[in-house]
């Protein structure tokens, strides 16, 4: 089955301890994301990557860092979590964007962190 | 920057009536534009799209339309059953060469569908 898997699902954490999200994708995609959700906000990119090794800010990179070493392997690092990064976190991915081509994105199911 | 807005924030109605959801846009190089629908716990899954180079498209119960000069696209649901309860987001992107693949969300709907 064709999905974009996170872990963890939920996550509680105390400020300035670090931690990693998982997320993997078994489609070959080149393209990956990750977005936070908050309330009133809608979903707002934090960081892309175009293929591996290639990564990019997003919106709201502030406070965390990923990497791309393998194709199927997106990982979202927050190396020292502050309460305002409590939110709801998904990761997403989709084929090379091209000129009239498949981009749409699928996403993981979400992973739920708390800074304490 | 570039933004998307969405209204409403919340919208009830009754089974079997019709639902609709606005949301505009600021840049006029976007010219792909998603609808997602997110059941709790669960992440967004796409329902439909459009490209800046159609006007409406259909998809069972659920059409969108899309004014470019207005910058403005719509979604429609008609017939809704309780099922079609969840969160809605509308989006925008820049296809094409160059693309990054971001996608400018809006603020989400709650769509409620009374039994």
């Known amino acids: 089955e064709a999905q974009v898997t996170q872990n963890p699902r939920y996550l509680i954490t105390v400020t300035g301890k670090k931690l990693t999200v998982t997320c993997s994708q078994n489609m070959n995609h080149e393209y990956m994301s990750w977005y936070r959700q908050d309330p009133g906000l809608g979903l707002r990119q934090i960081y892309y990557?175009?293929?591996?090794?290639?990564?990019d800010k997003g919106d709201v990179p502030e406070g965390y860092k990923v990497s791309r070493k393998e194709k199927r392997n997106f990982p979202l690092i927050l190396e020292s979590p502050s309460p305002n990064q409590t939110s709801l976190y998904f990761c997403a991915s989709s084929s090379l964007i091209l000129a009239g081509g498949e981009d749409t994105q699928y996403f993981g199911p979400g992973t739920r962190l708390t800074v304490l | 920057g570039e933004n998307v807005e969405q209204h409403p924030s919340t919208l009830s109605v009754q089974e079997g009536d019709s639902a609709v959801i606005k949301c505009t846009y600021s840049?006029?190089?976007?010219?792909?534009f998603p609808w997602y629908k997110q059941e709790l716990g669960k992440g967004p899954q796409l329902i439909i799209d459009?490209?800046?180079?159609?006007g409406e498209k259909k998809d069972q119960r659920i059409a969108v339309t899309l004014n470019k000069t207005a910058k403005h696209f719509s979604l429609h649901i008609t017939e809704t059953q309780p099922e079609d309860s969840a969160v809605y987001f509308c989006?925008?992107?820049?296809?094409?060469?160059?693309?990054?693949?971001?996608?400018?969300f809006g603020q989400g709907t709650t769509l409620q569908v009374k039994p």
């Open positions: 989006a925008a992107s820049k296809g094409g060469s160059g693309n990054t693949g971001k996608l400018i």
């Open positions: 840049d006029s190089a976007s010219n792909y």
């Open positions: 990557s175009m293929n591996v090794e290639v990564t």
């Open positions: 459009i490209r800046s180079n159609v």
